[in-house]
């Protein structure tokens, strides 16, 4: 005899589940689903900060140093005696690479000047030092003596090896040198248009090294003297230069949030120690010639790392109500999977009870059994939130890494898992040894009038969010709860009425066909198929509405972007638009391009401060990004009316005003020049148009406005300069990258230095980005509910076909054919799936037509709201006539698969 | 009487189970009065919904009745807590429902299913022996149920609610899906554990159970409407070819006048021959 085994249900606990191939991929599944909805939302806002920091830091690439590059510059204005109590710890800085030091005069100005001074000629020449620069040029860093371009040396008559002056010399009020003899070290060719010599020039990195700059003209080239660093050490004291150090380090492009925060950190730390008298930096600073000399930390690392931050906890703010809803969705299948394992065990759990084994026992055998699955849930749920956010959440070069915070968040899913099941097991199990309430004489069963309840539940919750500001409803809790409870009373109230209906109404099939069987079978309403009609609706319906959730929110994100930034790039040109007539000024100067010109305006008598956008009519239209979803399209149909005359200049309103269309008011450009204007419109938003959101912008027509300002104000005129105060500021708009269009500007002879703003900054910067990524996750969460319709839907064949097994033997006796059985299922499945179609429809259409509540950014106009297409119709329709097919394919696969005999002899 | 009291193992008194539905009211027991005592075996007998399973669920204490009183092994089963009920099914009761599938975990093989049980009863290996010898399963302890056949099913259901010698034993039609050799096995084990001490309460059509039985109860519309006590036994003589004469009420049971002998054990058993398999 085999031995028997103690504590026999305990020791079969842990495998149970897997000796049950069906239910063991449920419960896996459910568990996965439910460690992917734990981990997923963490995992989401991690790569979102990582995408976030990436975006930021390939936005400024190649960008000058400040508050706009991730790059560190240290900057000191001294000669330090030594200096490796300055650079040491630069080298020692997290995610940065080793400096890079460059020296230079900074001394010039207006009356003084740097030469270089021989054979009594004199030339500009700045002295000026940087790591490798006289080694590329042949030379050795400890040799004495300059390096000048070969049209200085050539000016002032020099040859290598010749002696020459280097210093300064005032040439205003007075004549006062300050020289100091050296030799021609070297001569070197400059690169075309620059100081620099040909072999630094072509360097990476060579267009943001740090070159003098001449004060009167910025534009303007000034000569270097390339000197080694001891030579400039020696002399720029000397010669009354001013000396200026700068060590520039580039930051790791592949640097982590985590790093970025360190080196923030570090950075910060550096600075501080610079101002600490204890430290060896601070003395050598103290002891800079020709004066102490002060350190400044220049870098744009810790915006950037911040903006990261600030998107970061964005989309979290927004993700975090799909996050939840996901989760309790999650858990609710997770549950629901385990309420199905327990039903199809009724009888095994009323045997528990009458031998007498406590709720806690069970609580706890449950746990054994579902812990394999919730121990494989552990890696399967990282995995699949990997998955999920991959493809749907922000995207990534970097991949999304497998951290150990997010194996032990994925295993705290898991647990939570367990403990739900173990829960929802030990209630079962309470409940089943409290069946005296059920029968004991004198207690009615309490019948809750669920119906009513959620019905209730959903008016109050809908009126909750309703209320909520529309800033923060997209983040309210309750609006997690909100779709899943209209979807829910909806389908209530939906079946409900097709129940009704066909009650009322009998069939018109021919007697004895599929569909006067099916008919014939759904007369009595079982509670079993009703539920799983609304499951499968209620997620048809919730997976409805994030497919237009999603598509609201991306396209709102367009909307927003369009009015925020206007175009993909924007650039401020200072002077060259100006003071050249009316063609310059208006007309795009390179192709794609439109010229804005912006200032500030007082509109009617009390609104000051009100953005005025003056555009070029003809070529607006077409670079201006209008969004996605035509919202800001009837801004555009205006667009033509602004050069037509009326009483007074047509203008666009944008935002929220009191004037309305055909309105007639004043702009006041300053307290001597006010304008008629007439109002030929007013749109929610406009390209460009929330440089301040939340307050009204004006929209005019540039060459009508240039007509009738004053002369002083008109950048048509000779004289036009951007100081003259009141002018109006010119912006390039351009639908090409920055570095393209930097590139164009500079064949066409446009100064390329103004600030540039982009699209993605502008995302980024306002949270946008955050949102797009949260529509992500809504599709993610559309996946996880139509997945869940399709089981619903699945489930409900198998139980009807459980219902009608004996009763398929009978009729298959009397001549019912096994494919007229199956189809007769198929039409019942297709009748319950078409009603929990409608329903979802319905549930969908009301959330779509109720004020929106999924714009997190509901300050940037125009307002996002869901929008649905047909495409959602044929979505639902596939689902509808898939779950019909896997009906008829069961039905067929299962009637053959019983032998009657068998049916009948279990049949109870 | 305090005697009395303590020779009772399950005492009830107008025993009331009604049951509700969506439709109404359904009235299973009316006023049943009785008590059984240890070392009986009482058949309970009625035609179908006469309420011999809601008798013998409330006896088993599963449930509870609607009113009256019902005191099983000591505990007022009305007013006891789910725990003391709990723990009165857990160590004290055997029982055996309709089904013989609903009495089997459908995972754990037959030795262990008795093993479990018996660790709860404080049983000993032997036990577990005797109980599977009993209902004819020795050489079956190692399979699970889906590999036992129906009356394999129902034969373990009798073990399990055997096993450790419980105070009180609940069966309802524990012999409905065995043939006649089985259905006599597992009244045989049932009367050996009655014999032991135990009370036992079955519920059965079959008169070959009743007529074993110490006591039989038939119910009809929720009331016991007829009570006989007393197990059939009479002395009869064999004569020196053999032969046994039968005394006159017993004779009735063979009208053919043929009878088949079965020897087992210390026992003889006789049967009419046409309900031999």
């Known amino acids: 005899m085999t031995r028997p085994a103690a504590h026999a249900l305990w020791r079969a606990a842990p495998l149970r589940l897997a000796r049950m191939p069906g239910w063991g991929a449920l419960v896996l599944v459910a568990v996965t689903l439910f460690v992917a909805s734990v981990g997923a939302p963490s995992l989401f806002v991690e790569t979102a900060r990582s995408t976030a920091l990436a975006d930021g830091l390939r936005a400024s690439a190649g960008g000058p140093f400040g508050d706009q590059s991730g790059d560190l510059r240290v900057t000191w204005d001294g000669v330090v005696q030594d200096l490796d109590p300055l650079l040491d710890p630069l080298a020692a800085l997290p995610a940065y690479g080793d400096p890079t030091v460059t020296a230079l005069g900074v001394g010039q100005s207006q009356s003084t000047k740097p030469v270089a001074v021989a054979n009594g000629a004199t030339a500009p020449a700045v002295l000026w030092y940087h790591d490798g620069a006289i080694p590329a040029l042949g030379g050795d860093d400890d040799t004495d003596g300059v390096w000048l371009s070969s049209d200085t040396a050539a000016a002032l008559g020099l040859r290598v090896g010749d002696p020459l002056k280097v210093g300064m010399v005032q040439v205003f009020l007075g004549d006062s040198r300050a020289l100091r003899e050296t030799v021609l070290a070297g001569t070197y060719d400059t690169a075309p248009g620059s100081a620099l010599p040909t072999q630094l020039a072509g360097l990476p990195g060579a267009d943001r090294w740090f070159l003098p700059q001449d004060p009167v003209n910025p534009s303007l080239v000034t000569p270097l003297a390339i000197v080694s660093r001891a030579t400039f050490d020696h002399l720029a004291p000397k010669v009354r230069e001013k000396p200026f150090y700068v060590a520039d380090l580039l930051l790791d492009p592949d640097v982590t949030p985590e790093e970025a925060t360190a080196a923030v950190a570090a950075s910060a730390a550096y600075g501080d120690a610079a101002f600490d008298g204890s430290t060896e930096m601070s003395a050598q600073l103290a002891g800079a010639k020709p004066a102490p000399a002060t350190l400044d930390v220049i870098s744009g690392l810790p915006t950037i790392a911040g903006a990261a931050d600030a998107t970061a906890t964005s989309a979290r703010e927004q993700v975090r109500p799909y996050a939840l809803g996901g989760q309790v969705l999650a858990g609710l299948l997770l549950v629901a999977a385990w309420v199905l394992l327990g039903l199809s065990r009724r009888r095994e759990q009323l045997l528990v009870s009458g031998l007498g084994l406590r709720p806690i026992e069970l609580t706890l055998l449950a746990a054994l059994e579902a812990l394999l699955a919730c121990l494989l849930a552990v890696p399967a749920g990282l995995a699949l939130a990997h998955l999920g956010v991959v493809a749907a959440g922000p995207p990534t070069d970097a991949g999304v890494p497998f951290t150990r915070d997010g194996l032990v968040r994925a295993a705290v899913g898991a647990g939570i898992g367990l403990v739900m099941i173990a829960l929802t097991a030990g209630f079962s199990a309470l409940a089943t040894d409290r069946l005296d309430r059920l029968s004991r004489l004198g207690r009615s069963r309490v019948a809750v009038p669920w119906g009513t309840a959620l019905v209730v539940v959903t008016v109050v919750v809908t009126f909750a969010v309703l209320t909520v500001e529309t800033s923060d409803r997209a983040t309210t809790p309750l609006t997690s709860a909100f779709p899943f409870l209209v979807t829910a009373s909806l389908t209530m109230v939906v079946i409900r009425a097709a129940a009704w209906l066909r009650a009322r109404r009998s069939t018109r099939a021919r007697p004895g066909t599929s569909r006067w069987l099916a008919a014939r079978r759904t007369g009595p309403v079982l509670h079993e198929v009703v539920a799983l009609s609304a499951v499968v609706a209620v997620a048809l319906g919730l997976f409805a509405y994030t497919l237009t959730v999603h598509r609201g929110i991306d396209e709102g994100v367009a909307d927003k972007t369009a009015a925020l930034a206007g175009v993909a790039t924007t650039i401020e040109v200072a002077e060259d638009f100006r003071g050249q007539g009316s063609a310059v000024a208006v007309r795009p100067p390179v192709d794609g391009s439109t010229i804005v010109w912006r200032r500030n305006v007082s509109l009617g008598p009390d609104q000051s401060g009100i953005p005025l956008m003056a555009i070029d009519s003809g070529s607006f239209a077409d670079v201006a990004d209008w969004g996605g979803s035509g919202d800001l399209d009837a801004g555009r149909a205006l667009v033509p009316r602004l050069p037509t005359k009326e009483e007074g200049v047509p203008v666009i309103l944008v935002g929220d005003t009191h004037l309305e269309a055909g309105a007639k008011t004043v702009i006041d450009l300053d307290t001597v020049l006010t304008i008629p204007v007439y109002v030929v419109g007013v749109v929610p938003a406009f390209p460009g148009s929330e440089t301040e959101p939340g307050t009204v912008t004006v929209v005019v027509d540039s060459l009508r406005l240039f007509k009738i300002v004053t002369p002083d104000l008109d950048p048509r005129g000779k004289g036009a300069t951007s100081d003259l105060p009141g002018a109006l500021t010119s912006i390039l708009w351009s639908r090409a990258a920055p570095p393209d269009l930097r590139a164009q500007l500079d064949d066409a002879g446009i100064a390329s230095e103004g600030v540039v703003e982009t699209a993605t900054q502008a995302r980024i910067e306002n949270g946008l980005v955050a949102s797009t990524w949260a529509a992500g996750y809504v599709l993610a969460l559309g996946g996880v509910v139509l997945a869940l319709a399709l089981a619903g839907g699945l489930v409900l064949a198998l139980r009807l076909s459980d219902r009608d097994t004996v009763s398929d033997v009978l009729l298959r006796r009397m001549g019912y054919r096994s494919a007229d059985l199956a189809r007769a299922r198929a039409w019942e499945v297709g009748y319950a799936v078409a009603t929990a179609v409608v329903a979802a429809l319905l549930a969908a259409a009301v959330l779509v037509l109720m004020p929106s509540s999924i714009d997190a950014a509901a300050g940037i106009p125009p307002l996002a709201h869901p929008r649905p297409e047909p495409a959602d119709l044929l979505w639902l329709l596939g689902v509808l006539v898939v779950l019909v097919l896997v009906a008829w394919l069961v039905g067929t696969l299962l009637t053959r698969r019983r032998p009657a005999a068998e049916v009948l002899r279990a049949g109870d | ?277």
Do not use: Y
């Open chain 2, 1 to 277: 009487m305090p005697g009395i009291e303590s020779m009772t193992a399950v005492s009830c008194e107008d025993l009331v189970k009604v049951f509700r539905s969506v439709t109404g009211e359904t009235h299973a027991l009316r006023g049943i009065g009785l008590e059984l005592v240890p070392g009986a075996l009482t058949v309970v007998a009625g035609p179908s919904g006469s309420g011999k399973s809601s008798l013998l669920t409330l006896l088993g204490a599963r449930d509870r009745p609607s009113a009256g009183r019902l005191t099983v092994l000591g505990s007022d089963v009305g007013v006891a807590s789910t725990r003391e009920l709990r723990r009165l099914r857990r160590r004290q009761i055997g029982f055996v429902p309709q089904r013989a599938s609903n009495a089997v975990f459908p995972h754990l093989r037959a030795t262990d299913q008795l093993r479990q049980v018996a660790s709860w009863r404080g049983a000993s290996r032997r036990h577990l022996a005797e109980a599977l010898d009993a209902v004819g399963l020795t050489d079956r302890g190692g399979h699970r149920p889906d590999a036992l056949s129906g009356g394999e099913q129902q034969r373990l259901a009798v073990a399990i609610a055997l096993v450790g010698t419980p105070a009180l034993v609940v069966a309802d039609e524990p012999t409905a899906e065995l043939d006649h050799a089985n259905a006599d096995r597992v009244m045989d084990a049932l009367l050996a554990v009655a014999a032991a001490g135990s009370t036992v309460v079955i519920s059965s059509h079959d008169d070959r159970v009743t007529h074993r039985a110490d006591r039989l109860l038939r119910l009809r519309h929720g009331v016991v409407s007829s009570e006989t006590s007393g197990r059939r036994t009479a002395a009869a003589v064999i004569d020196a070819t053999g032969r046994v004469q039968l005394p006159q009420e017993m004779l009735g049971l063979f009208p053919d006048r043929r009878v088949v002998v079965e020897a087992d054990g210390d026992h003889v058993r006789l049967r009419r021959p046409e309900v031999e398999l």
